[in-house]
């Protein structure tokens, strides 16, 4: 097999990054040497590469899925808003500018000749390489600067899936206005569709779907099933929707549940942290914007942010400022992460992302956080520095990654871990906080805290098990995503789209005026 597909969607969030995974995965699991791309990803959710760079983290786990290391060359364009008007544009796994959408203009034209280089030089190292639209191929008035959707498609010459979400509903519509409003040389492209999401018989859809085809002249290519069972990491903010759960809560080895407040900051970053709990047995998981929703909590968690300073101002204004402050003097447990780690400080100056100056934090830790550039981003390991007296005092292995202009000047708490042989984090009682992304992925590590936490909450009776890897429950994942392909995608159809590009002769649709 050798060739390329685009995976498009009909809006952000349909079901293009996990539908582009589980081909991933399909397919090496088949010897197929395959791999992800997307030109051009909007998302403060991302990754430090073994190349020294940063890309979205749906590529990276995409990255996964096929079997390879996280690259650059995955995602060449990345844009991460820091706040409704502008976002910083990295490039190459480089953070070269802040761009507003006007801004972004003279970017253009070499951004387009780096996507095309990068997507050149996969498809002549891979046999196949799936590619993730952005957004939706029918926001037209996007058409002139689009990397990702139809401006690829034209430029390299591939065949395009449109994938939709039927939970959200419209789905038929959604998929036949997304052919119909593109221009006729994108239409031309446009090869399939898959429906996403479906719950019940889905011979009472076949109708829709034939009149689909009828009306369109493009097969669909399959019908995905909702699954209770799938959870993998979110690509960006829409996935982490205020008191909803975090993954699949399982049912407590104690008499006791270890309940969890993730704050969803409205520039959320690497939310993606907090799902390294919700693995475990008995530790429920939930995103949370009202302070009294931090009350009841075991643990409260304070995630990463793309606008640490913004989003500081937002926790004063919705008053969960001053419930984290009634938690700290109450000896409550606190995790900040990156963003959420400095705002915990007691000073933050910030010329770079803000541009505010001088601020105060929320005094929780004995800190001063200044930022800079360039930005640090590095992958890092070592060990925990601080064990509790509870439990075992072993040097437990820590590793993770870090991305963030914000650097601690001033340090008067214990070391939370030693990485690289230098200390980093802190912790003060029930509070702790690191700039490592990822920590809590370290099993041995994740259980240990676990305890902490769960004995400083008086949660004697919650109890952790012993042989969660969430590493291999991200592998399940993918593997579950690949069964579902296998099961219910036409691998004929989708073959030939892949090998021989878009089908011929497909009709134009026309939108009436």
Same mark, same amino acid.
């Given at each position: ?18 539908? !582009? ?27 430090? &590469?073994?190349? +020294? $760079? ?12 096929? *079997? ?40 253009? &034209? ?22 993730? $639209?952005? +957004? ?32 959200? +509903? ?8 997304? !052919? ?114 931090? &009350? ?19 926790? @004063? ?18 995790? *900040? ?46 060990? !925990? ?26 340090? $008067?708490? @214990? ?9 980093? *984090? ?11 992304? $990822? ?8 259980? &240990? ?6 004995? @400083? ?57």
């Amino acid at each position: 097999m050798k060739g390329a597909l685009l995976i498009a969607g009909t809006t952000s969030d349909a079901g293009k990054s996990v539908v !582009v995974a589980g081909l991933c995965r399909m397919l090496a699991r088949r010897g197929v040497r395959v791999a992800p791309f997307k030109a051009q990803n909007m998302s403060n959710n991302s990754v430090v &590469t073994l190349d +020294g $760079g940063e890309i979205g983290r749906a590529q990276a786990l995409q990255a996964r899925a096929c *079997g390879l290391e996280p690259s650059v060359r995955f995602n060449p364009v990345l844009l991460k808003p820091g706040s409704d008007r502008r976002s910083q544009l990295v490039v190459r796994g480089k953070a070269v500018d802040t761009v507003g959408a006007q801004d972004y203009f003279r970017h253009r &034209t070499a951004l387009r000749a780096i996507v095309a280089e990068e997507l050149a030089s996969l498809r002549a190292e891979f046999d196949v390489v799936i590619c993730e $639209g952005a +957004g939706s191929p029918a926001e037209i008035n996007l058409r002139a600067t689009d990397l990702a959707n139809m401006g690829l498609a034209r430029a390299a010459d591939l065949p395009v899936v449109v994938v939709g979400d039927i939970d959200r +509903g419209g789905v038929l519509a959604h998929l036949f206005g997304t !052919v119909a409003i593109l221009e006729p040389e994108d239409q031309r492209l446009i090869s399939g569709f898959i429906v996403n999401k479906f719950r019940g018989d889905v011979e009472l859809l076949r109708p829709g779907l034939d009149q689909l085809t009828a009306l369109t002249g493009r097969p669909t290519l399959g019908v995905l099933p909702f699954s209770e069972d799938l959870w993998i990491d979110a690509e960006d903010s829409l996935g982490t929707v205020a008191d909803a759960p975090v993954g699949r809560s399982r049912p407590p080895l104690g008499s006791q549940w270890l309940t969890v407040a993730a704050i969803r900051l409205p520039r959320i970053s690497n939310s993606t942290d907090v799902e390294a709990l919700a693995c475990e047995p008995g530790v429920s998981v939930r995103w949370v914007s009202d302070p009294s929703r931090l &009350t009841g909590a075991d643990l409260v968690v304070v995630p990463g942010s793309k606008s640490t300073v913004s989003d500081l101002e937002w926790l @004063r204004r919705t008053g969960i400022a001053d419930a984290l402050a009634a938690r700290a003097a109450a000896e409550q447990p606190i995790l *900040g992460i990156c963003g959420g780690y400095q705002m915990l400080a007691r000073t933050i100056v910030d010329p770079v992302e803000s541009g505010a100056g001088t601020v105060p934090g929320l005094g929780l830790l004995d800190l001063e956080i200044e930022f800079a550039n360039p930005k640090v981003l590095r992958r890092a390991g070592g060990r !925990v520095r601080d064990h509790d007296r509870s439990c075992r005092d072993t040097d437990l292995p820590v590793h993770g990654y870090e991305i963030h202009h914000g650097r601690v000047t001033r340090h $008067g708490e @214990r070391p939370w871990f030693e990485l690289d042989g230098v200390a980093e *984090g802190s912790v003060r009682e029930s509070i702790w906080g690191t700039h490592l992304h $990822g920590a809590l992925e370290s099993d041995e590590f994740r259980r &240990t805290w676990l305890r902490q936490v769960a004995r @400083r909450a008086g949660r004697t009776g919650f109890v952790v098990a012993e042989d969660v890897s969430v590493a291999q429950v991200r592998a399940d994942q993918l593997d579950l995503l690949a069964d579902m392909m296998e099961k219910h995608l036409d691998p004929d159809l989708l073959e030939r789209l892949i090998t021989g590009g878009a089908l011929s002769d497909l009709p134009i649709l026309t939108v009436s005026q």
